[in-house]
T-cell receptor
Framework: EVQLVESGGGLVEPGGSLRISCVASGFTFSNAWMSWVRQSPGKGLEWIGRIKSTTDGGTIDYAAPVKGRFTISRDDSKNTLYLQMNSVKAEDTAVYYC???WGGGPAHWGQGTLVAVSS | DVVMTQSPLSLPVTLGQPASISCTSS???????????LSWFQQRPGQSPRRLIYKVSNRDSGVPDRFSGSGSGTDFTLKISRVEAEDVGVYYC????????FGGGTKVEIK
């Protein structure tokens, strides 16, 4: 069974930093393209970035609102995906979902971790 | 950027009756590899999203066959043949041809 378990969310001040993690199991993580998707309170889904598998070049792409502030990385030896969030803003407040892509999009989703940006 | 537009925003349905959600993309979703990467997701209240359909019309494992997807080019549709109480939630379309973009969502509720 595929499992994606996010952790590391919490309260962070504007301008601060936070790193959230996602531990994957039930599939070959090193072969998977992984994405982060967020959902602001009461709002829709927003893709924020993707990292391809190492065998597919490990390319990383970001959505415009987070480019230059957020960094996606992976540790295939630990089956773990990371999202480093720097210079956070109030509008970054959201539930952050880790997803495993297959067939052209997120096939599996974690339970999400809440990041709240407030002073 | 590709913009995904869904309609309607809200869809009150009667149990046992069909329902249909439309999704339009601002440009063709035909990928250079010939595939159309259009997916549909269901998000029940308080839950993570779940993918129902990928590549326009392929149902994910475990998805009831009352859900079906169709479309081509820029216009796509998700149909529920007979709505059940467990189908209440918000439905999103998503394109994966040019990175990933989600539609704004359609809230399905029981009349």
């Amino acid at each position: 069974e595929v499992q994606l378990v996010e952790s590391g969310g919490g309260l962070v001040e504007p301008g601060g930093s936070l790193r959230i993690s996602c531990v994957a199991s039930g599939f070959t993580f090193s072969n998977a393209w992984m994405s982060w998707v967020r959902q602001s309170p009461g709002k829709g889904l927003e893709w924020i970035g993707r990292i391809k598998s190492t065998t597919d070049g490990g390319t990383i792409d970001y959505a415009a609102p987070v480019k230059g502030r957020f960094t996606i990385s992976r540790d295939d030896s630990k089956n773990t995906l990371y999202l480093q969030m720097n210079s956070v803003k109030a509008e970054d407040t959201a539930v952050y979902y880790c997803t495993a892509e297959w067939g052209g999009g997120p096939a599996h989703w974690g339970q999400g971790t809440l990041v709240a940006v407030s002073s | 950027d590709v913009v995904m537009t869904q309609s309607p925003l809200s869809l009150p349905v009667t149990l046992g009756q069909p329902a249909s959600i439309s999704c339009t993309s601002s440009q063709s979703l035909v990928h250079s590899d010939g595939n159309i990467y259009l997916s549909w997701f269901q998000q029940r209240p308080g839950q993570s999203p779940r993918r129902l359909i990928y590549k326009v019309s392929n149902r994910d494992s475990g998805v009831p066959d009352r859900f079906s997807g169709s479309g081509s080019g820029t216009d796509f549709t998700l149909k529920i043949s007979r709505v059940e109480a467990e189908d209440v939630g918000v439905y999103y379309c998503m394109q994966g041809t040019y990175w990933l973009t989600f539609g704004g969502g359609t809230k399905v509720e029981i009349k």
